[in-house]
Each structure stands twice: as C-alpha cells, then as structure tokens.
C-alpha cells in the first residue's frame, strides 16, 4: 500500500491536476474538471488521462513522469525516518486516498504526508498546467 502515498490520483499523482483544472480559464478544462474530480478522489485517472489528455501530451509528460519520483522520494525519507507509521496491510488502490493512507497504516500522520505530497504534486504541476491552459487559449 505504499503506493497510496506516491500516486494521489492515479498514475502519475493527478489528483491536484484535477484540482488545477477547476480554476482554468478555459471551459473545456473546467468542465473535465468537474467529470474527473470524483474518479481521481479514488485514484482512477484515466478520464483525466485521455481526456485532457495527459498521455503524449509535452505540456503534461515531464511532470506527469516526475512527481511519482518526488512523492516516491518524501515518502520512503519519512517512512525510513519512523515519521510516519510503515504500511502493514493492502488496501485497494479505488478506497479514496486520505482514508486509504490512515487504513494502510492506522496513523494520522500518513494522511499528513498524504496531503504533503499533494501539496508537492500541486506545485509541480501547477507552471504545466498553466502553460497548457495558454496553449489551449491560443489554439482556440
């Protein structure tokens, strides 16, 4: 279950690009944002994927391979460094993220780092998306 703290969202940690989007300028990108949130809250991103999309996307690809390494990177730190109780029981990837950290590990700290590395995920996303959102502008 470690992997609940590396992929908010689903592969490539996508749930705060499904919270960007809600504060788009665009329509098209607000719009998915509201079909994508509840999926990505129980890591299932595909709409998000290939709706937006994510996959062979230049915009979105360099993020989309980084963040999982950085979450990937704070996590082990704080679970080698007994900050955060190791995980001790599978929990399916579609029980939603916060719930499924505390479940994993029965620590109220797992759900600090949960939203850590969200907060993490969002701010490398974040020049991504807002350049992508420019390029939808101008293609518009």
């Keep these: 279950s470690f992997f ?31 079909a994508t949130i509840a999926p990505a809250l129980c890591n299932i991103n595909e709409p ?8 062979c996307n230049p915009f979105l690809a360099p993020p989309f ?7 990937a990177t704070v996590a082990y730190f ?12 599978y929990i399916p990837g579609a029980v939603p993220a916060p719930a ?11 759900v600090v780092l949960l939203l850590v590395n969200i907060a993490i995920a969002t ?9 992508y959102e420019r390029h939808e502008a101008a293609t518009a």
């Design 123 to 131: 701010v490398v996303y974040l020049p991504f998306v807002r350049a």
């Design 65 to 71: 391979v980084c963040v999982p390494l950085i979450t």
């Design 78 to 89: 704080a679970t080698a460094n007994n900050l955060v109780a190791r995980t001790y029981t």
């Design 4 to 34: 609940l703290f590396v992929f908010p969202g689903g592969a490539g940690a996508t749930l705060p690009v499904a919270f960007l989007l809600f504060f788009s300028r665009a329509p098209r990108l607000r719009v998915l944002a509201r």
């Design 48 to 55: 998000l994927l290939f709706g937006l999309p994510i996959v």
């Design 100 to 110: 499924a950290a505390y479940l994993a590990t029965l620590d109220w700290r797992a």
